[in-house]
């Protein structure tokens, strides 16, 4: 991959930052001893020792660096991955309440229609017998005086099913 002037010019100041640093630790009297051994092993002459601890020290702090920022990614990476989840898990919650919604709503529906042909059947005999008249009349009058007490029962089910669904939201 091809770098930028600019991005070659900070890692040359970035680099300048870390020779920095290690001079200031040689200068108090701060050696890591892997490092100075490692000198050690790979210098000819005492002269060499000292310039292969520098340029090792700092790699050694570059690699600090990369092996920090990775970590600080895995970490954002880890707290997205969570997010995700908690938002996945809101929709799943949610999705199942329009469905228990739904369900609620088709229960209320089925009683309704079931209260309305319970109620005009007894009804339709009922006014069969009492006033000797057609059955198919007898239902039609059956079916208009049982849809007001129908949509009363179904609406008082409606209302107790709100208010479980209230109990079990809190």
């Known amino acids: 991959m091809f770098k930028s002037n600019t991005e070659k010019a900070q890692e040359r100041k970035w680099e300048e930052v870390l020779f920095n ?88 529906f089925m009683s309704w229609i079931l209260l309305l042909l319970g109620i005009g059947s007894l009804i339709t005999l009922g006014l069969a017998e009492i006033f000797d008249i057609k059955e198919n009349m007898a239902g039609l009058i059956g079916f208009l005086v049982g849809l007001p007490i129908a949509t009363y029962i179904a609406w008082i089910v409606e209302k107790s099913s709100k208010k479980n669904n209230i109990k079990k939201k809190q």
């Open 21 to 108: 640093k290690v001079a200031q630790e040689l200068e108090q009297g701060i050696k890591h001893n892997a490092t100075w051994a490692k000198a050690l092993a790979n210098a000819d002459t005492n002269n060499i020792v000292e310039g292969l601890y520098i340029k090792y020290r700092v790699q050694s702090l570059q690699d600090d660096i990369t092996l920090e920022e990775e970590a600080r990614k895995r970490d954002e990476q880890t707290k997205e991955l969570y997010r995700r989840e908690k938002v996945k898990e809101v929709e799943r919650k949610e999705n199942s309440e329009k469905v228990n919604d739904f369900i609620n709503f088709i229960a209320i």
